[in-house]
């Protein structure tokens, strides 16, 4: 059974920096896309940005609001996904979801449970 | 980027009632490449239909997805209890994804 579970949410103020973490199991990590997609609160979802696997040389794209101050970066040797969150807003409150691509189609067929972040002075 | 507007908004119904949402592209989404999840309160949510109109392992056969090009459906045959929750349609076309805003079904 597959299962993503997120870890380093929490509080930090407006211009810090978080970095959260995404530990996967039961599958075959390095040959799927992962991503992350956030949800403010009471508000619906927006996707944040997405790695490829290795075989697409590990290619990232981001939504245009965190372009330049995210990255997310993969290990495939500890199957975890990390993402490195610059130059906080308090716009960037959020419950942030690790989520899994199939492989015929891009879509996300598995979440995990999500990590709150908010970001307040 | 391509915009996805979700309608309506909220749709109030009855159990057994047909439930029809509506998803619009603001350009041509690639080889039907549209999905819908389903988010019930205080959970993630989950993969409900792919490339328009296959339905994703384990969705129950009274969900469907059709269209294409820029206006798709989801359309619930009749409702049962679990299925009042939040309907996001999303596009992974291109490099950059987006999701619609999300339309809530509510109980009658």
């Known amino acids: 059974e597959v299962q993503l579970v997120e870890s380093g949410g929490g509080l930090v103020k407006p211009g810090g920096s978080l970095r959260l973490s995404c530990a996967a199991s039961?599958?075959?990590?390095?040959?799927?896309?992962m991503g992350w997609v956030r949800q403010a609160p009471g508000k619906g979802l927006e996707w944040v940005g997405r790695i490829k696997a290795n075989a697409f040389a590990g290619a990232t794209d981001y939504a245009a609001p965190v372009q330049g101050r995210f990255t997310i970066s993969r290990d495939d040797s500890k199957n975890t996904l990390d993402l490195q969150m610059n130059s906080l807003k308090t716009e960037d409150t959020a419950v942030y979801y690790c989520v899994k691509t199939a492989i015929s189609d891009s879509v996300f067929d598995y979440w995990g449970q999500g990590t709150l972040v908010t970001v307040s002075s | 980027e391509i915009v996805l507007t979700q309608f309506p908004g909220t749709l109030s119904l009855s159990p057994g009632e047909r439930a029809t949402l509506s998803c619009r592209a603001s350009q041509s989404v690639t080889s039907n490449f549209l999905a819908w999840y389903q988010q019930k309160r205080g959970q993630a949510p989950r993969l409900l239909i792919y490339?328009?109109?296959s339905r994703a392992t384990g969705i129950p056969d009274r969900f469907s997805g059709s269209g294409s090009g820029t206006d798709f459906t989801l359309t619930i045959s009749r409702l049962e209890p679990e299925d009042f929750a939040v309907y996001y349609c999303?596009?992974?076309?291109?490099?950059?994804?987006?999701f619609g805003q999300g339309t809530r079904v509510e109980i009658k």
């Open positions: 039961g599958l075959t990590f390095g040959t799927v896309w």
């Open positions: 999303q596009h992974y076309g291109s490099s950059l994804w987006t």
């Open positions: 490339r328009a109109s």
